[in-house]
């Protein structure tokens, strides 16, 4: 073998060494293989959904969640989103997939309620857990509420959002924090004052250290519509500012928003929709979040949607699935999520028995694996928090 071929295998070889972890991103891997589906909490005097779960710093697993009375325990029909003695509470896990047999409380709130606990843990470990809540009041003090307000069952008056802080790993928590007021909300809660921002969703901390958080306001009221809004934190979610609409719609209502930072640091939103027949949407900003781009819809069913980066760079994400047949489902995007319209669906779940299930949010336990938590209902007599167990390569 002369000299310049043995030269031309190295170089070829150091080439191919140089972009394998390009082409790993760029081309499409294997579809994730499903190892078991596990229970992570089930107790049938509870109605326990909406988690939301992080890894720590040291490898423990953290998972919110929303709980509240099993009215069927009282002779009730039926359990309602809206409760209450709806109360924030917190799992843990060294491992994902096991977990403590009993949860402890992160917030009860003073005012009634609380719904959908979101935490979002900052590069410093610092804990952010972001809520919104009901308060529940007798005819007396309906008929003195300042008009606009939500009501969704009578007596029950939405009351905004709120957000709560930790600096020890979920051991103690300060607060609760009311965010700003969207100037274009035009509800008001129980106090007569316009509500304070909130969501059901995912925020993120952006490589440039800013905090994003897409927020639903009511910006009408006959009929009733919501878009996603904005807000920006430069100080760690110690205060907030409004920056710009990210999808806004006559038809149509968005909330329950994730978000999702791309390798080009562009903010993908992934929107619930109302008035599209449960389409899948997303809007996306690569100014920084200073305007977003139009959105455009998905040509999927489901909701609300979340979105993990995998090691690779590619994004796991996920949704819940509310028409026969019921359950959780999936999809690999690429890393800039250019392809959620047509990227293959990934089915976890199929066996639901009712349409009150999903709210997936996803953790990455180690380097090929995933736990995907969502709340279900199957075969048993009430809704439970349940996970899949996915390895990804």
């Given amino acids: 073998m002369t000299s310049n071929l043995r030269h031309l295998i190295r170089s070829a070889l150091a080439l191919a060494l140089a972009c394998a972890p390009l082409l790993r991103a760029a081309t499409p891997n294997a579809a994730p293989q499903k190892i078991k589906d596990i229970v992570i909490y089930e107790n049938p005097r509870f109605h326990s959904a909406f988690p939301s779960v992080i890894r720590r710093p040291d490898g423990e697993f953290l998972l919110s969640f929303r709980r509240a009375p099993n009215r069927k325990i009282f002779g009730e029909a039926g359990n309602n989103h809206v409760d209450p003695n709806s109360q924030l509470m917190l799992l843990r896990s060294r491992d994902g997939?096991?977990?403590?047999?009993?949860?402890?409380?992160?917030?009860?709130?003073?005012?009634?309620?609380?719904?959908?606990?979101?935490?979002?843990?900052?590069?410093?470990?610092?804990?952010?857990?972001f809520s919104y809540g009901w308060s529940f009041l007798r005819p007396d003090g309906v008929a003195k509420l300042k008009a606009p307000f939500l009501q969704n069952f009578p007596g029950s008056i939405f009351n905004g959002g709120y957000y709560l802080r930790s600096s020890d790993g979920a051991q103690s928590w300060t607060g609760p924090f009311k965010p700003p007021h969207l100037a274009a909300e035009i509800l008001h809660d129980p106090f007569g004052q316009p509500i304070a921002a909130y969501n059901r969703?995912?925020?993120?901390?952006?490589?440039?250290?800013?905090?994003?958080w897409a927020c639903a306001a009511t910006d009408r009221d006959a009929p009733r519509r919501t878009s996603n809004y904005l807000l920006i934190s430069n100080d760690q979610g110690r205060t907030w500012q409004y920056s710009c609409p990210i999808a806004t719609d006559p038809a149509a209502s968005f909330n329950e928003t994730s978000l999702l930072e791309t390798p080009s640091c562009a903010l993908v939103a992934f929107l619930r929709s109302e008035g599209l027949e449960d389409d899948a949407c997303l809007a996306r900003s690569t100014d920084?979040?200073?305007?977003?781009?139009?959105?455009?819809?998905?040509?999927?069913?489901g909701h609300p949607l979340q979105a993990l980066r995998l090691p690779d760079q590619r994004v796991l994400l996920t949704y819940g699935y509310r028409h026969a047949p019921l359950g959780i489902r999936a999809r690999i995007l690429n890393p800039e999520c250019t392809n959620a319209a047509t990227a293959p669906e990934i089915i976890l779940r199929a066996d639901g028995t009712t349409t009150d299930l999903g709210y997936p949010w996803s953790v990455q336990i180690d380097a090929h694996h995933v736990l995907v938590a969502y709340y279900f209902k199957g075969a048993g007599p009430i809704q439970h928090l349940a996970g899949t167990i996915l390895k990804i390569d």
């Fill in 97 to 129: 997939v096991t977990w403590s047999p009993e949860p402890t409380l992160i917030h009860a709130d003073a005012f009634g309620g609380s719904q959908d606990p979101c935490l979002l843990q900052l590069r410093d470990g610092t804990l952010l857990c």
């Fill in 201 to 212: 969703g995912a925020p993120i901390e952006g490589r440039d250290g800013r905090l994003y």
């Fill in 288 to 301: 920084g979040g200073k305007s977003f781009q139009p959105w455009q819809r998905l040509g999927f069913r």
